[in-house]
């Protein structure tokens, strides 16, 4: 595979684990990786902020948390009840094995109920989330022991390497864009630069509460967030939808703002970074809309990386098109830099 | 057994493609049978007892598991590709799989849920419209890494959790090799044959060679049999319940057990303290089915370890119940063998 040091820094934040409102391993290791460009801190919600120069200048965000479950309680013989965070998809989650984040990581599968005891005999339909349940081997008394409601659960899944420089993963959502962020600044390292601020926002699945509090204590008058969108397959429009590999999808809506929109694609062009307008009709639904809207309003850009089967274990992504992303972003600091120098 | 447990379940075996469990099984019985490979590629055992049996008595497990099969590569290069057995569709999209001998990683994609109609949001697609990614650019280039005919498992590690309690892909019915296996590897009171079976999973079609070349008077079948013992399930919709040992059927929808041998495998396990209990719904079907009309008509039992989400990536049984299932069969043989 090509793109090593995009390869490396996705398989690390991939294997850490962070649901929304609780970032756990992925806000700590996305924080010790910043630390190598800026200095970092948490604020109250949890976001990872970096900042590095003084000043008004551009602010880059990716959120760092992944969608998951919730325990909400237990059955009497031991099985977890939960409910979801962030939009988990139901369809693909009978006999999913998962990680129980207690006071250890307990493992468990969710329960594939059979036939004759399911309450919707429709064969072709998922289990509601009410009626899901995760096995975990023990009795309630024992699950008790090292379970505690609120206690959050992420999905298994391995780094499976496909083939060209396409990976199958899950949290591919939004670990792709901070991996991106982290390779910009990688590429900006020794050039001299407009200050550059950080944030790998927390709860943007479950709202974008983090996005919100974080752009508000933000100096810059600017940013780009960067986060996951559709990439076309099997029922997925590919007139509609860009492709894997088409590289860093430039967002045009109308709560964007058109003329960074433009420099970037202009930049894309003349620096040869293969890129794609994405176009939406009004917001983005992305951590771009709070941000736009923080304090007095900021200029706001998105930059998306296609993925395939979005909230799945198995979101598929190519790092080629992770490395256009990062590339564009630094081309885009590059000249802004140059021209407010 | 449990590190032959751990390793055999590991490996790739759909239906018609048992070779490599095969090998594995007789890289372990060597030097403690004999034994034959016949035409379909089922291997049949024979182990000498300290004793001569008054009665042939036949021991099957299965050695395929379910999976799928490519059958085509589409325009943009996405497999597509038909069940191997019953596979339930939802438990295997946005999964895993490994693909022919190669083990080319792909995983089952679908439509992500934000695209999807509010209606359909808990709507399980049709098994025609899965497909696996390989992350192939187009038709041309999957062509190089899969060809049509060839195998796709389950990609699911074996895990030890909770009380004692074992997941891993094909427990059913890698779970009655193992048993099997351990049982040649020890030494027999009576002679005995053990037939390892190929092609279970698409209707039996292994046993229904090696019952008629082995011609027993008894036959014990290993198994594992749904367990239902989940969201606090009551009394005999649960099938039968992990942890109380090794499963005995009375009647399951490929036969009609005969009820003396279902009768004395449970007071048996009891007088040798083992953990049995009745299988207490008529459901699913195995080997016996095959091998009770073979010839002129066998006398079966069948034993089965409890297992929840069989058919699935993640089955999910109790490594004791493995043991006691063992030891009922063990008990049972040597009833069966002398009576």
Same mark, same amino acid.
């Given at each position: ?210 996005? &919100? ?129 | ?88 569709? @939802? ?100 002679? &005995? ?136 069969? @063990? ?9």
């Amino acid at each position: 595979m090509e793109y090593s040091e995009v390869l490396t820094l996705l398989q690390k934040l991939c294997a850490a684990k962070g649901t929304s409102g609780k970032e756990d391993s992925a806000a700590d290791l996305s924080a010790e990786l910043l630390s190598q460009y800026m200095s970092v801190k948490r604020d109250n919600l949890g976001n990872v902020i970096g900042k590095k120069g003084e000043g008004k200048g551009i602010l880059l965000d990716a959120h760092i948390d992944q969608i998951g479950l919730i325990v909400t309680g237990f059955t009497d013989d031991g099985f977890v009840k939960v409910a979801r965070v962030g939009g988990a998809d139901i369809r693909v989650l009978t006999a999913q094995q998962v990680t129980i984040h207690g006071k250890k990581d307990i493992y468990g599968v969710i329960t594939s109920v059979p036939p004759h005891l399911a309450s919707d005999k429709d064969e072709n339909k998922a289990t509601s989330f009410d009626d899901m349940t995760i096995d975990i081997g023990m009795s309630k008394a024992e699950a008790s022991e090292v379970i505690s409601l609120g206690d959050r659960i992420t999905f298994n899944g391995p780094f499976d390497k496909l083939l060209g420089n396409r990976i199958a993963s899950p949290s591919v959502d939004d670990r792709a864009g901070v991996v991106a962020i982290l390779r910009c600044l990688q590429l900006l390292e020794g050039k001299d630069t407009c200050p550059i601020e950080v944030m790998f926002s927390a709860q943007e699945e479950t709202g974008g509460s983090g996005a &919100c509090a974080g752009a508000f204590n933000a100096e810059s008058d600017e940013a780009i967030a960067v986060d996951v969108s559709f990439a076309s397959a099997p029922e997925v429009s590919s007139e509609k939808y860009a492709s894997l590999g088409d590289g860093a999808l430039v967002g045009y809506a109308p709560a964007l703002d058109y003329a960074m929109s433009q420099k970037l694609m202009e930049i894309a062009k003349a620096k040869d970074i293969k890129a794609v307008p994405e176009v939406m009709g009004g917001r983005t639904g992305t951590n771009g809309d709070d941000i736009q809207v923080a304090r007095g309003g900021v200029k706001t850009a998105l930059i998306s990386i296609a993925i395939r089967n979005m909230h799945t274990a198995v979101e598929v992504c190519d790092l080629a098109d992770i490395e256009a992303t990062a590339r564009l972003m630094a081309e885009y600091i590059i000249e802004r830099s140059g021209k407010n120098a | 057994m449990r590190k032959i447990l751990e390793e055999i379940c590991s490996l790739p075996g759909i239906s018609g493609r048992e070779d490599i469990v095969r090998d594995y099984i007789i890289s372990k019985i060597e030097g403690y049978c004999d034994y034959q490979i016949d035409n379909l590629g089922s291997i049949i055992a024979f182990k000498k007892g300290k004793k001569p049996a008054k009665n042939k008595v036949m021991i099957d497990a299965h050695m395929d598991e379910v999976g799928m099969i490519v059958t085509g590569v589409d325009s943009n290069g996405f497999i597509k590709f038909a069940f191997v057995g019953g596979v339930d569709t @939802k438990v295997i999209i946005g999964r895993n799989v490994r693909i022919g001998k190669d083990n080319i990683p792909g995983v089952l994609g679908i439509k992500p849920i934000h695209l999807v109609d509010k209606a359909d949001e808990s709507k399980i697609p049709s098994s025609d419209s899965l497909y696996i990614d390989i992350g192939a650019k187009d038709k041309e280039e999957a062509l190089k890494y899969v060809s049509l005919g060839e195998e796709i498992h389950f990609e699911s590690e074996f895990v030890e959790f909770g009380n004692g309690f074992i997941k891993s892909k094909a427990i059913d019915d890698r779970a009655g090799c193992a048993m099997m296996i351990d049982l040649i590897r020890s030494d027999l009171e009576y002679d &005995c044959y053990f037939s390892f079976s190929v092609q279970e999973e698409i209707g039996l079609r292994g046993a229904n060679a090696t019952a008629y070349t082995i011609a027993p008077d008894y036959a014990i079948v290993v198994e594992t049999t749904t367990a239902a013992d989940i969201n606090d399930a009551k009394g005999e919709e649960r099938v039968c319940v992990c942890g109380e040992g090794g499963a005995i059927s009375f009647m399951d929808r490929a036969t009609v057990y005969n009820i003396d041998l279902f009768n004395k495998a449970l007071q048996v396990a009891k007088e040798k303290n083992i953990k049995a209990q009745p299988k207490t719904r008529v459901a699913g079907g195995n080997n016996a089915g095959a091998i009770h009309k073979s010839r002129g008509g066998v006398k079966v039992l069948t034993v089965s370890v409890p297992t929840r989400y069989l058919h699935s990536p993640c089955c999910v049984c109790k490594y004791e119940d493995i043991e006691s299932s063992r030891d009922i069969v @063990k008990a049972m043989a040597e009833e069966l063998a002398s009576c």
